[in-house]
């Protein structure tokens, strides 16, 4: 008996003292945990900058990264933690998750800092409409990616013979010059979000905004089943005939650095492709060029990284609001987006620190902003939720993978994801 | 039980110290084995009734708790993508399971042949079992690869009409699945062939061959029935690894190209997960438990039954 005894007043030291360094722990407070998956090397330091300003204000930071899987691992991490009652103070959450994160309660307001800061003025309101829950500000905006982005290797564009194409008619002629000049046209990598970046930009310029944001963004029957969504999705399967056979699978920097190496002329991906070519040591508009995706000059697709804030009580809610006004302050927004390859949320930022591509997407953001060209990309997460989307992805890359199936069928199929989501 | 019956009989010392440390030594095991039964009644059993329960919810991001009866699998009967997950998983799993006992029972019986440095050639046939799925995704994805791999290895050769982009083509990605897992798990089942060959009595084989037989006869008439049980453990082992390939799809294709070679695993994944799904999700695991228990049930029924009786 004596021997199973002191073990067991061994373990209950032990859990006491945990209980009290927790309680302790507990007590020290104005501190805020943020959960979030910036982890690869330039994101992690640009994460530290904000640290770093917490501090300097006499806040505490406490770490909770989860690396891998694009935010998967670490949205199941946060389902865990809230469902057991102990929600992270901030979590990087984006696009309409906010609003269910919303509607199950879950979420604090920011309107105090919100309107102190004028965040109102401060944003262009359909990023400021992705930020509120109930007209009360619940998360604030990290940065801006622009969606719809033209990369090129221009040696391969010079060998061809051809120019940057501005519409899609140029984008199959450029690629056929491309083809005939010993290179793949255009780098894809065959993965459901992939297929659907690609759809999206080309749906974009066959049918204009209006139509994106009726069919992407309000999901409307009928804009969904229409003539221009089988025209759309025509054009989007040509658009194979100027990829290589081996994609399937592929993942996305894989295709960036055939751009990069020169085995292929085009892709058509997000602006972290940016990351690929500064890491290979490339200057924007010299050695790699960029245009917004053939036919969609007037638009911007927007993938807006942002952390929404838990319902905390006290101290550390004082930490919470200072965390959302230091955010979007320049100093974090700057040193952020600068490792990241996207731009500011906020667009009265001095972008001469920038690259050419960051900049014309800065001039971009703010034009779109103005005439209505600024919708969300439905591809990454920022126009519909996340059933919706994956009902979406099923039938893009599906029609896009499948030698027989018509676009009406997709069309058709793409309605139903749309009202079985309903 | 010894334990008990000789603690039950007190021999010296006080009887009532006795039978308190005698109590003890009949709780005792019952005690030790409480935790884990416990805790595999509550995660295993607890869990899947859970997930049961979840099937017939509207869940979406959460669980909630609010019923609708067999909505969820009524969707999914609907869902397109779950029929080919289905179709793909009888096709992976027939296959993978046929192809392996053949291959695996042909490997054996050669090995059996008193051949040299048959210690070294097990090993090598092993191997790969102790491999990871997800480190035999990543190396057939390579070799499959019509850019990378065969394909442009005989094309280099000179054969510039040679295909076999089987992992690009969405009507065969499926099989590219099975060619990894036999490669895989063939080795093993050949190992278990191995063990019972060599467990049959050499009378058996020596009266047969007085009898006259001829040497096929002997294998199909008396080795490989005698081999039953051992098919019987095989076929348990490799169906389960069939049923819950994960690693393999996603590693390898990854579902692709498009969602066609997606398997129930990575569905249910999918949907729970990373789709918000978690109603939708439930109720293909619990299909999915269902299919399990429809194979395995009848099959554990006649083999455990025939055995007793034979």
């Known amino acids: 008996m004596t021997l199973l005894e002191n073990p067991l007043r061994k373990t209950a030291l032990a859990l006491a003292t945990a209980a009290a360094a927790s309680m302790t722990f507990s007590v020290q407070a104005a501190e805020v945990e943020v959960l979030h998956w910036w982890?690869?090397?330039?994101?992690?330091?640009?994460?530290?900058?904000?640290?770093?300003?917490?501090?300097?204000?006499?806040?505490?930071?406490?770490?909770?990264?989860?690396?891998?899987?694009?935010?998967?691992?670490?949205?199941?991490?946060?389902?865990?933690?809230?469902?057991?009652?102990?929600?992270?103070?901030?979590?990087?959450?984006?696009?309409?998750?906010?609003?269910?994160?919303?509607?199950?309660?879950?979420?604090?307001?920011?309107?105090?800092?919100?309107?102190a800061e004028g965040w109102d003025e401060l944003l262009p309101p359909t990023v400021a409409d992705v930020m509120r829950h109930n007209g009360s500000y619940v998360a604030v905006p990290v940065n801006v990616h622009r969606v719809n982005w033209l990369w090129a290797n221009p040696q391969v564009l010079e060998a061809a013979g051809v120019e940057m194409p501005t519409t899609l008619d140029e984008l199959f002629a450029a690629g056929e010059a491309i083809r005939e000049a010993g290179f793949i046209p255009l780098a894809h990598g065959g993965q459901a979000w992939q297929d659907a970046t690609v759809f999206e930009s080309v749906l974009l310029a066959s049918g204009g905004t209006e139509f994106y944001q009726q069919a992407m963004v309000e999901l409307d029957p009928e804009a969904l089943g229409s003539e221009r969504m089988i025209e759309a999705l025509e054009t989007f399967k040509r658009l194979r005939e100027l990829m290589d056979a081996d994609m399937s699978g592929r993942d996305w920097n894989i295709a960036t650095s055939m751009v990069i190496e020169g085995s292929a002329g085009m892709q058509l991906m997000g602006d972290w492709a940016k990351g690929e070519f500064t890491a290979a040591g490339l200057t924007a508009g010299e050695e790699y060029l960029c245009a917004a995706a053939p036919g969609t000059q007037d638009a911007f697709t927007f993938n807006i990284d942002s952390l929404a804030m838990f319902r905390v009580e006290g101290e550390e809610r004082e930490a919470q609001q200072a965390l959302a006004r230091l955010v979007l302050e320049p100093t974090f927004q700057e040193a952020f987006n600068l490792a990241k390859g996207s731009i500011p949320a906020r667009p009265d930022l001095d972008m001469n620190g920038f690259d050419a591509c960051a900049q014309q997407s800065m001039d971009d953001f703010q034009r779109t902003a103005e005439e209505g060209g600024l919708v969300p990309s439905m591809a990454h997460g920022m126009a519909v939720r996340a059933d919706v989307q994956g009902a979406?992805?099923?039938?893009?890359?599906?029609?896009?993978?499948?030698?027989?199936?018509?676009?009406?069928?997709?069309?058709?199929?793409?309605?139903?994801?749309?009202?079985?989501?309903l | 039980m010894s334990l008990t019956r000789s603690a039950a009989r007190p021999t010296a010392g006080s009887a009532a110290r006795r039978s308190h440390s005698g109590l003890l030594q009949a709780w005792l095991p019952k005690l030790v084995l409480a935790p884990s039964a416990a805790i595999s009644l509550f995660f295993v059993y607890g869990f899947m009734l859970w997930t049961f329960i979840l099937s017939l919810t509207n869940s979406r991001m959460l669980p909630s708790y609010e019923f609708v009866g067999f909505a969820q699998y009524a969707r999914l009967m609907a869902n397109d993508r779950w029929w080919v997950a289905s179709t793909n998983l009888v096709v992976f799993g027939g296959l993978f399971v046929a192809?392996?006992?053949?291959?695996?029972?042909?490997?054996?019986?050669l090995l059996d042949q008193r051949i040299r440095q048959e210690g070294a050639l097990r090993t090598i046939y092993l191997y790969p079992m102790a491999l990871s799925f997800i480190v035999t995704g990543v190396v057939w994805k390579w070799l499959l690869n019509p850019g990378l791999g065969i394909q442009a290895m005989v094309r280099s050769w000179g054969f510039e009409n040679f295909r076999f982009d089987w992992l690009v083509d969405p009507d065969m990605a499926v099989y590219t699945l099975v060619i990894a897992a036999v490669w895989q798990a063939s080795g093993f089942v050949m190992a278990l062939f191995l063990a019972g060959l060599r467990g049959i009595d050499d009378s058996i084989l020596k009266a047969a061959q007085l009898d006259g037989a001829s040497?096929?006869?002997?294998?199909?008439?008396?080795?490989?029935?005698?081999?039953?049980?051992?098919?019987?453990?095989?076929?348990?082992?490799?169906?389960?690894?069939?049923?819950?390939?994960?690693?393999?799809?996603?590693?390898?294709?990854?579902?692709?190209?498009?969602?066609?070679?997606?398997?129930?695993?990575?569905?249910?994944?999918?949907?729970?997960?990373?789709?918000?799904?978690?109603?939708?999700?439930?109720?293909?695991?619990?299909?999915?438990?269902?299919?399990?228990?429809?194979?395995?049930?009848?099959?554990?029924?006649?083999?455990?039954?025939?055995?007793?009786?034979?």
Not at chain 1, 392 to 402: L, Q
Not at chain 2, 99 to 109: E, F, Q, S, T
């Open chain 1, 39 to 115: 982890t690869s090397g330039g994101e992690a330091r640009a994460a530290n900058v904000l640290k770093e300003l917490m501090e300097a204000e006499g806040y505490g930071w406490e770490d909770f990264a989860v690396a891998g899987g694009g935010g998967e691992t670490a949205m199941t991490v946060l389902k865990s933690r809230a469902m057991s009652g102990n929600p992270p103070s901030a979590a990087q959450i984006k696009g309409p998750e906010i609003q269910e994160w919303g509607e199950l309660g879950l979420l604090g307001e920011l309107d105090e800092v919100a309107g």
């Open chain 1, 392 to 421: 979406i992805f099923d039938v893009v890359t599906n029609y896009f993978n499948s030698r027989d199936m018509a676009a009406e069928e997709a069309a058709r199929r793409m309605v139903n994801a749309a009202q079985a989501a």
């Open chain 2, 99 to 109: 192809i392996c006992l053949a291959l695996g029972l042909v490997l054996a019986i």
């Open chain 2, 215 to 310: 040497l096929p006869r002997i294998y199909w008439r008396v080795v490989i029935p005698c081999l039953r049980p051992v098919v019987f453990s095989a076929v348990m082992i490799l169906s389960h690894i069939a049923i819950k390939s994960f690693d393999l799809v996603v590693a390898l294709t990854g579902g692709g190209p498009g969602y066609a070679s997606d398997l129930p695993a990575t569905f249910m994944y999918a949907h729970a997960f990373t789709r918000a799904q978690i109603g939708l999700g439930s109720a293909s695991a619990m299909l999915m438990l269902g299919g399990v228990l429809a194979i395995l049930i009848p099959y554990l029924y006649s083999e455990l039954r025939s055995r007793r009786h034979g």
